[in-house]
């Protein structure tokens, strides 16, 4: 038998294997009339009931994610009138009635008002907290609320191509829409586009539209995987979502200013002018240059001009230590960018298994 004639054999007999496997799957779908499931609750169950997953976990967190109206005071000279200027959405982070949402939907007017809309209908007066325009996430606080449901943050850091994801939100103010799709890329650099973003993003096939941003992008476990922030012009199914590893960062920091009673700012930012994401496993997998590195951050992107820029740091490199600590989450990261002791970051960069220093001198941004 020649080699042609062998990879066909082959071929056939697979082909054969996956007809029986399919035959097999579909009559546990659709079993013929007189059957009885070996397992006898799951054979009391209709077909919908046993594949509709996805609505499950829709009426599981669906709860916990509000709709949010932003509205001003204007004056037309015979009176004062409330007018809305914008909303989005958002979910509940605390069962007290801290509510996370985009930077943007909530922060684009001083002193406007917000009205939060419960799942349930119920609405509340809310507050601005926090703010990061960073990250484009800001906290709200509505009063007199108790025991509300919240969610729960995912790893963004274990996020897969190709994982089913759910977004919740009020697209076009219609709240309580639910659109499902994959993960695209879990570690997406807007820089790719053209777009200057210093901090990566979870890209998704999941439609979010005006009104989408702030609401959750969900997996299957009902875990925040990121909070929607935006779509590409002039597309579909390229949609962008903060990683829920900045969300966690981003609410230790409320935590604290909760604690010591600050009040809401906008503070500046030391710039360093780069982007980066963490090394991981599925990244040490793809390179060998990375291989024999315990942790770091992989620079993605550098801003021409800014200080990482002139202190020689390029895309490729891994930051292995700042101010002698290792850097394996990005809290370290925003910790040295913090501090308001030091004018310099010491760094120490693996650069294609080369080991060396640099002193970089942050401006302010």
Request: neutral net charge; glycine residues 10%.
């Amino acid at each position: 038998m020649s080699h042609r004639e062998q990879l066909l054999s082959a071929l056939s007999t697979r082909l054969k294997s996956l007809e029986i496997v399919s035959i097999v799957h579909a009559s546990t779908f659709f079993p013929h009339k007189g059957t009885q499931s070996s397992d006898d609750s799951e054979g009391s169950k209709s077909i919908r009931d046993r594949l509709n997953f996805f609505a499950d976990l829709v009426e599981k967190v669906a709860p916990a994610v509000v709709h949010v109206q932003v509205s001003s005071s204007h004056s037309f000279g015979f009176g004062g009138t409330q007018i809305t200027a914008g909303g989005g959405s958002g979910l509940i982070v605390r069962s007290d009635g801290l509510i996370l949402t985009n930077a943007h939907v909530v922060g684009s007017i001083r002193n406007s008002q917000l009205t939060i809309t419960l799942n349930d209908g119920r609405k509340f007066n809310g507050r601005l907290v926090k703010l990061d325009r960073r990250t484009d996430l800001a906290i709200v606080k509505i009063d007199g609320a108790h025991d509300l449901p919240v969610l729960r943050l995912a790893d963004s850091t274990k996020v897969r191509p190709g994982e089913f994801v759910v977004a919740l939100g009020s697209p076009f103010t219609l709240s309580n829409s639910v659109t499902m799709g994959i993960v695209s890329n879990p570690k997406r650099s807007l820089n790719e586009l053209g777009l200057s973003a210093p901090i990566h993003y979870v890209q998704t096939d999941a439609a979010i539209n005006v009104g989408n941003s702030g609401g959750p992008l969900i997996n299957l476990d009902g875990e925040v995987v990121g909070i929607n922030a935006m779509k590409l012009a002039n597309s579909d199914g390229v949609s962008f979502a903060v990683p829920a590893i900045y969300v966690e960062e981003f609410l230790q920091g409320v935590d604290k200013q909760i604690a010591t009673g600050s009040k809401v700012g906008y503070p500046r930012r030391r710039f360093v002018g780069l982007a980066y994401y963490l090394l991981d496993d599925e990244t040490k997998r793809q390179d060998p240059d990375y291989a024999s590195l315990e942790c770091g951050a992989v620079v993605h992107s550098v801003t021409v001009g800014s200080p990482a820029h002139f202190c020689g740091i390029e895309p490729g490199d891994v930051i292995t230590k700042i101010n002698g600590q290792q850097v394996n989450s990005t809290t370290n990261v925003q910790r040295a960018l913090h501090d308001a002791t030091k004018d310099t970051l010491d760094l120490e960069i693996s650069r294609h298994g080369r080991q060396f220093k640099v002193s970089l001198k942050f401006g302010d941004q």
